[in-house]
């Protein structure tokens, strides 16, 4: 057996030229696993449209509709970041989708991970920061409704706050947010995680693997979820846009396999969603997110997943 890989083609949407959001890389990651024998065609999984009911679980059916129909008010688009079509709508639900596919098959075989998802800063009525529905929160919400779990650990490593989730679950006890981010970085008023690991501008790998090596081991056994939602952003890499981080591809490397290594060895399913990145060079910034999949490859064959 094999590691879960979710892909969907609608994964990637138009995007205007030049903008800044790097949509294509999606697609670009489903093709280098492929290429370097990361993931065999068999493994890929197709995620569902999700009904809009499933995506009011966490957000106000008003803000999903307005969205939706592509009728939000200029200002609430603004905050988005990306600008609307009905393709970006679609792909939008589509990779809400593919997360809640990742949590479904990441319990039931140990581990799985999605080619997209992460969109941290959507909170219920309003999204923020290329981030519009929030598939992490939706995801719990659909599997604890499933009652295929009951307690979930969020492991946000994305460079920026995970903002979004942190609001959505900050009176769930259900629910851990475990968020370690760049101190100085968007966005700019952080809400309060169950536990919010700031991390000064500049850290680099050592320290870093450090810090996530004090925290998690003893997060999961005071936790103990039912399953763990890892949002493997790679944006606190020293060559991205939007970092203010110093890691390497190898600290990269290193930090999946320490999350992945950690949580399976303790006996924790795990499924793990993209998360952000942000390059001019496309290569580089896919290879950087191919790295979760290779590690999720190994650990998945270590353990005889
Ligand atoms: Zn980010």
């Known amino acids: 057996m094999d590691l879960p890989v979710i892909f969907h083609p609608d994964y990637v949407a138009f995007l205007p030229e030049g903008h800044r959001f790097p949509m294509a890389k999606f697609k670009l990651l489903y093709e280098l ?21 499933l995506i009011e679980l966490i957000h106000v059916p008003e803000y999903v509709q307005a969205y939706c129909e592509g009728t939000l008010e200029p200002k609430a688009q603004r905050r988005i970041g990306l600008p609307w079509s009905s393709a970006l709508a679609n792909r939008t639900c589509i990779a809400v989708g593919g997360t809640v596919l990742a949590a479904q098959l990441g319990l039931k075989k140990g581990i799985a991970c999605n080619t997209a998802g992460g969109t941290h800063h959507a909170f219920p009525s309003y999204g923020s920061g290329f981030c519009i529905f929030n598939d992490l929160a939706i995801a719990c919400r659909v599997l604890q409704k499933q009652e295929l779990v009951k307690k979930i650990l969020i492991v946000d490593l994305d460079v920026h706050q995970g903002d979004g989730t942190a609001f959505i679950f900050q009176d769930d006890e259900s629910v851990f947010t475990f968020s370690m981010h760049c101190e100085v970085n968007f966005p700019g008023r952080k809400q309060r995680s169950d536990l919010d690991v700031p991390l000064p501008v500049g850290m ?3 320290e870093y693997l450090q810090t996530l090596g004090t925290y998690l081991p003893d997060l999961l056994s005071q936790v103990k979820p039912d399953i763990v939602l890892y949002d493997a952003g790679v944006d606190p890499h020293i060559g991205d846009k939007l970092g203010k981080l110093a890691l390497t591809d190898i600290g990269i ?13 303790n006996g924790y399913p795990v499924a793990c969603v993209i998360g952000g990145g942000y390059a001019d060079d496309m290569k580089s910034l896919v290879y950087r997110h191919s790295l979760l999949h290779r590690a999720a490859s190994q650990v998945y064959q270590q353990y005889g997943l």
């Open 33 to 53: 696993l492929l290429a370097d024998g990361i993931a065999q065609s068999g493994q890929f999984y197709t995620p569902e449209y999700p009904s809009q009911e």
């Open 204 to 206: 680099e790998d050592d």
């Open 253 to 265: 490397y290193r930090r999946e396999m320490q999350v992945l290594s950690t949580c399976i060895a």
